[in-house]
Structure formats: structure tokens, C-alpha cells
């Protein structure tokens, strides 16, 4: 099993910066794709980023493509989301998530809410404009 626990978010001016961080328990994270997610009040959780086991593939959902970064480090069990050049609409729960279903190095990750069996808690953001 994977546990998932997210720290990093806060309030922050739009134009500004956050990186936030997920830590994973279990001994097999650093074999799974991992991804990033995110819901605003009142709005369906959609994908934001995902990365490889290996971290040489990444996606980005096109809204915050050029703004945010997804990382991550095995030996820390870490994967993390460095958001620069944030707007008011980036403002939502952010949730790590972990995708295990199809096993082990998994070179392209998914970018379905479905497709991730494991969530962290969720850490919230909040811009303001």
C-alpha cells in the first residue's frame, strides 16, 4: 500500500510562487507514476500533472503548462509541484495521487481522476488577485 500526505500550500499573491510536496510510505512509491490533481469549490477534481516512476516523462494539463513543474525524488519517497507565475483561478485543494493499478514502471502516466487509486488528504492553495 501507498500513503500519501501533502504539505507546501498557503495563500500567495497572484504573480507568486509555491512548491508543494508529497511524501509517500510504502515500500513500492518509488515504482509507481504519480500525479497531481486539484478541485475548486463548487468544480469536478482535474488533473494538473503527472510524471513517470522514472521521472523522465511529464505531463501537464494545458492551463498550467509553462507555470508548474512536477518533480520527484525517489530516495526521499517525494514528488513535488513547483507552481511559479500563479493566477487566481490556480486557487483549489490539490491532491497528490498515486497510480498503481497497472503495476510497476509505467513510463507514460494517465491524466484520469480513475485511473489513480491512492490520494493525499489534499493541501489547499489560495491566490489572490
Known amino acids: 500500500q501507498v500513503q500519501l500526505v501533502e504539505s507546501g500550500g498557503g495563500l500567495v499573491q497572484a504573480g507568486g510562487s509555491l512548491r508543494l510536496s508529497c511524501v509517500a510510505s510504502?515500500?513500492?512509491?518509488?515504482?509507481?507514476?504519480m500525479g497531481w490533481f486539484r478541485q475548486a469549490p463548487g468544480k469536478e477534481r482535474e488533473f494538473v500533472a503527472a510524471?513517470?516512476?522514472?521521472?523522465?516523462?511529464?505531463f501537464y494539463a494545458d492551463s498550467v503548462k509553462g507555470r508548474f513543474t512536477i518533480s520527484r525524488d525517489n530516495a526521499k519517497n517525494t514528488v513535488y509541484l513547483q507552481m511559479n507565475s500563479l493566477k487566481p483561478e490556480d486557487t483549489a485543494v490539490y491532491y497528490c495521487?498515486?497510480?498503481?493499478?497497472?503495476?510497476?514502471?509505467?513510463?507514460?502516466?494517465?491524466?484520469?481522476?480513475?485511473?489513480?487509486?491512492?490520494w493525499g488528504q489534499g493541501t489547499q492553495v489560495i491566490v489572490s488577485s
Open positions: 495521487a498515486a497510480e498503481t493499478l497497472r503495476g510497476s514502471y509505467q513510463q507514460i502516466p494517465l491524466k484520469s481522476v480513475s485511473e489513480y487509486d491512492y
Open positions: 510524471i513517470s516512476w522514472s521521472g523522465r516523462n511529464t
Open positions: 510504502g515500500r513500492t512509491f518509488s515504482t509507481y507514476a
